[in-house]
């Protein structure tokens, strides 16, 4: 069955780094695209990032673009999301979710449990 | 961007009643819709898709309906798991945009 679990989340003070996770299991990960998705504490989901199965369309949400790079290594099964310059407001729990597709352009069908980014002084 | 506009933001309601949630389009998105579910703590889960295909092992008291700007998610008869926050999803074009999210109480 299909598994995706996110790991890598944690505490980091504002304009600092950290790098999210997701390991993949129970398919064939390189057939498929791959989101990130977020959520804010009691708030609702934000798309932020989408690459395909190659690397070769990727695609982010205004609010993280240039700060973000989402990335994936299909030899170990993983997605990866790097956040640099971080702010209070990237503050959510963050998903990653399988698209149904390997280019990225239709729903998502799988999500992992999360993990959690807090950003404070 | 595409806003998803959806409605009501709450509702409450019993167990048996049948529940219809919204959600418009800023542009047509053709029927490129889904529906998830989430519960308090949990990853959501996915409803349907292509506006009114059911996923997999959903029961059938959910479906949804619409094409092009507005869309429709029913729920025949409430049960008690179906108490959960319901978000829309557009899969038309980037950015992916949600619903703001409807929350599903009981009455």
């Known amino acids: 069955q299909v598994h995706l679990v996110e790991s890598g989340g944690g505490v980091v003070q504002p304009g600092r780094s950290l790098r999210l996770s997701c390991a993949a299991s129970?398919?064939?990960?390189?057939?498929?695209?791959m989101h990130w998705v977020r959520q804010a504490p009691g708030k609702g989901l934000e798309w932020v990032a989408v690459i395909s199965y190659d690397e070769g369309n990727i695609y982010y949400a205004d609010s993280v673009e240039g700060r973000f790079t989402i990335s994936r290594d299909n030899s170990k099964n993983t997605l990866y999301l790097q956040m640099n310059s971080l702010r209070a407001e990237d503050t959510a729990v963050y998903f990653c979710a399988r698209d149904v597709n390997d280019f990225g352009d239709s729903h998502f069908d799988y999500w992992g449990q999360g993990t959690l980014v807090t950003v404070s002084s | 961007d595409i806003q998803m506009t959806q409605s009501p933001s709450s509702l409450s309601a019993s167990v048996g009643d049948r529940v219809t949630i919204t959600c418009r389009a800023s542009q047509g998105i053709s029927s490129w819709l889904a529906w998830y579910q989430q519960k308090p703590g949990k990853a959501p889960k996915l409803l349907i898709f292509?506006?009114?295909t059911l996923q997999s092992g959903v029961p059938s008291r959910f479906s949804g309906s619409g094409s092009g700007t507005d869309f429709t998610l029913t729920i025949s008869s409430l049960q008690p798991e179906d108490f959960a926050t319901y978000y829309c999803l557009q899969a038309n074009s980037f950015p992916r945009t949600f619903g703001q999210g409807t929350k599903v109480e009981i009455k």
């Open positions: 292509g506006a009114s």
């Open positions: 129970g398919f064939t990960f390189s057939n498929f695209a």
